[in-house]
């Protein structure tokens, strides 16, 4: 099986320019494939070829699932080829040897080294706070300690401008997408029937990307 890798995508290349760079790695690194495969180079930092980092990642993403429906590696080797390894590439979070074709450590790589290999499991808040209008909720709850309804924080993301959607589209987006994930991470209690928003972390546990 070979596994290469597609070029990165200009416009993935001219986003990542625009963006402060801690942010624009916290969004390279907002999804759990991406994560183990940063995770698997900076373990010895050997460079690897595609189709060897295609199995350890595979290996790692799939520790503790059902023995029945492991995780593909010809599907983790096809993901990153065409998705995941570019975005890394263009985040200068991995690098590409075109003589050899092996993959290792970017050369921003260390600046998440210790973020990335000091956890066992993917911080699903992550995406959270690479999204805008998740990021922008942060940031609102980490100024706060008493509950707060749904309707009244998407009001104040609305008022401040943090997001450029309309406030029934911000309601529905923290309804079904951001609260529930921050409530698995600890971070709030959400009662979606209340629809009642709790925080339980201090501001410096949130994980607010810069803008």
């Known amino acids: 099986m070979t596994c290469d890798r597609d070029p990165p995508s200009p416009s ?12 624009a790695i916290l ?18 930092e050997s460079p690897r070829t ?3 980092l295609a199995s350890e990642v595979a290996n790692r993403i799939g520790d503790g699932t059902d023995d029945e429906d492991p995780v593909s590696v010809e599907r983790v080797c096809l993901e990153l080829r065409h998705v995941h ?18 993959i290792a450590p970017g050369e921003d790589a260390d600046r998440v080294a210790a973020l990335v290999t000091d956890r066992d499991e ?6 959270v706070a690479t999204d805008p209008c998740g990021r922008a909720a942060l940031e609102v709850l980490a100024t706060r300690d008493e509950p707060l309804s749904l309707e009244d924080l998407g009001r104040r993301l609305d008022a401040v ?9 911000i309601l529905i987006e923290l309804h079904h997408r951001h609260l529930p994930a921050l409530a698995s991470r600890a ?4 009662d979606a ?12 546990d949130l994980p607010v990307a810069e803008r």
């Open 85 to 102: 390894l570019p975005k890394l590439e263009a985040a200068k979070l991995v690098a590409r040897d075109d003589s050899s074709g092996r």
């Open 193 to 204: 029937e209340t629809r009642t928003v709790t925080p339980l972390a201090k501001a410096d």
């Open 50 to 52: 595609g189709a060897a």
């Open 187 to 190: 971070f709030v209690e959400y």
């Open 122 to 127: 993917f911080p699903e808040a992550l995406p």
């Open 27 to 44: 969004e390279a690194l907002a999804d759990p494939v991406r994560w183990a495969t940063l995770a698997v180079l900076l373990e010895d």
């Open 12 to 23: 993935d290349e001219q986003r990542f320019e625009r963006l402060p760079r801690e942010r």
């Open 161 to 169: 401008g943090a997001v450029d959607r309309s406030l029934e589209t």
